[in-house]
């Protein structure tokens, strides 16, 4: 589903990645940890072609991320769904609003957007917030509308940035239950995360950032 073979960025002289070769199947869902500034959301960032790679190859699912041409990047990104740690959420938009947005600029039918927005946030348990402003809600709250914005669109692929950088603990476990019930239904997904505590104990693989590459792989 997902390959690196041999990427590397660099910004300036300074080197972000080098040589990073791992794969991901189809419906697995993949931990990243290491330290902050070890190259996470770099590496995330180059899967939906957010940044360029300057050496190796990159594939995600049909597309070579790394020779696309500029006009097929927008089908690339609709295969894929991001949730950033920052939320990213418009605030003058109510939750509905939000998460409706990820629908209306592929042009579904009000009809459809209205039935699948629904679904997705009773799937993510704030079917009630449905008309709250996102700036009222916690940030337990705040995160699982953008993870409901991030699958509504039934992307292939779903990345997750930090997802619970800004949460309390019990949150953020909440937070990864949630993304490994997604998982379940057949979402191949890559949590990036410093925090050792999301993975322990989930059975599912860890991939090791140290020294701008991938340095070991274990089973959480």
């Known amino acids: ?38 190259g996470k959301s770099t590496l995330l960032k180059l899967i939906y072609r957010a940044e360029d ?9 049909k597309f070579n991320v790394t020779s696309i041409k500029s006009s ?11 949730v950033f740690q920052d939320f990213r959420l418009l605030k003058g938009l109510s939750v509905y609003e939000n998460v409706a947005i ?18 997705v946030l009773k799937r993510v348990n704030i079917r009630h917030l ?12 705040q995160q699982r509308v953008v993870i409901a914005r991030a699958v509504v669109a039934e992307p292939q692929v779903i990345l997750a940035d930090e997802p619970t950088g800004n949460l309390d603990p019990n949150t953020a476990i909440d937070i990864i239950n949630l993304l490994k019930d997604i998982n379940i239904t057949g979402s191949t997904i890559i949590v990036a995360t410093h925090n050792k505590e999301l993975f322990r104990g ?7 950032i140290d020294s701008n590459t991938i340095a070991g792989e274990e089973i959480g």
């Open 202 to 208: 989930t059975g599912k693989r860890v991939l090791r």
């Open 130 to 141: 449905a008309d709250s402003n996102p700036k009222a809600l916690s940030g337990g709250e």
């Open 102 to 119: 990820a629908l209306r600029i592929r042009g579904l039918p009000e009809k459809e957007i209205k039935s699948r927005v629904f679904d």
């Open 53 to 61: 790679a300057d050496e190796g190859e990159i594939i995600v699912g």
């Open 1 to 38: 589903m997902i390959s690196f073979s041999n990427v590397s960025k660099f910004y300036d002289y300074h080197t972000v990645l080098r040589s990073v070769n791992f794969t991901v199947e189809k419906g697995e869902m993949v931990f990243i940890t290491g330290p902050s500034g070890a």
């Open 72 to 82: 097929d990047v927008p089908n690339l990104r609709r295969q894929i769904g991001v």
